[in-house]
């Protein structure tokens, strides 16, 4: 008896031990640059760049992340963040191509939104990673999900219950202002918006 519990203590020590070892693994991973980018002061396009970094520098991950962006550590000593479309592991040592730099623009628009200049905090996003053009072509409609989704919908009455219920008060806001009438745009085979 007095040996079975010593044997499940230790099968829980080891258990943890070798998880804690995963994590410390995890927070210093070793990755390559994918496409040449701005080791960052700060999260964010508009923080100040430290150091130019070209495409196949080693990186140590640090562990920290906020939103899109790691804290990485350079050879030289250097400390700072990279937007992580740009960096990979160095068995994924290929520069990153136009679906990465298409995602990264995408990334970049919600984060400042189109007036772009102010620095925000991202909030990640689940699949921020290992989503590439070829998946988003394959990409096929789930109408099971649209289904479900229209399960969820509440109408005006139980919108109001559930207020009622949380303590929320309800408040007037202004309405958006029509947008001014744009010139026509077509969208290519790549998925991007052209201007006509």
Known sequence: MILSKFNRLHGLVSCALLLAGGLVQAQTESLLVKRASELREA???SARSQAALAVLTPVTRSGGRQGAWIQVRTAEGASGWVHMFDI????SAAPAGVGANALRGLTSFF????AGGATVTATSTVGIRGLGAEDLARAQPNPAAV???EALRQDADEA??????AA???RAVEPLPVPAQTQPQTVNSGGFVNNN
């Open 43 to 45: 999260p964010g396009e």
């Open 88 to 91: 990979g592991s160095a068995a």
């Open 111 to 114: 984060n400042k939104g189109s």
């Open 147 to 149: 289904v479900q989704a």
């Open 160 to 165: 109001r219950q559930f207020a009622v219920s």
């Open 168 to 170: 929320l008060t309800s």
